[in-house]
């Protein structure tokens, strides 16, 4: 059946996330590595599943080769199920993101994020990126134009609300991912399903 996707780098916050969205109580992401099989949860009067993926990237006491193992199963996962996904949503930590992916193409690395990003897009699902933790950040316009600047948007970030979904999941502040979500489905005629 349908599918909303949900993927992150492990500790964006997309445990909370899924639970402030479906209202369900689970444990996620509290041992990175350990969830390697996706988790299906049902969004309240709506005719789909959402996903939650494993977290990708860096994890205290999982090793590279590991890493890379989660990172191809979520990318098989995505591939195998491409005509069901309607949309992808990609957590980023908004304190974060923008160190983690300069760090990255400093080293000559593509960042994962970015990868991810280009990744959902190529096979063609519409993907909104769930930027998370706001409530930490100061500069707030600006933290999301350099967002959109390193995704390849051309800014300012205002004029892309069904792409860049500012939230924090903690403070239950995720109104702009749940319009975001309502206009892709909306796009693809598949608002029936709400
Ligand atoms: P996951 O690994 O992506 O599933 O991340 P978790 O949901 O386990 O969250 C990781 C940490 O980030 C926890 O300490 C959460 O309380 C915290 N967190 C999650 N969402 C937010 C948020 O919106 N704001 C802040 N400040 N912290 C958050």
Redesign the pocket.
Known sequence: GAEIVFV??????????MREFTGHTFT???K?GVTRSPNHYDWAGADFTFTDLP?FGFMEGVDEEAREAIKDDIVRYIEDHSEEILVGVL?VDGKAVIDIIDRHESRGEIPHDVEMFHFLREVGIPTVVAV?????VEERDDRLDALCDRLGLPGPWQQWRDTIAP?????GQTAPLREALETQLREQHRDDLL
């Open positions: 992150g780098r492990s500790n964006v916050g997309k445990s909370t996330l996620t992401g509290k990175p977290g957590v998370n933790k706001m409530d930490k939230i924090s999941a903690k403070r």
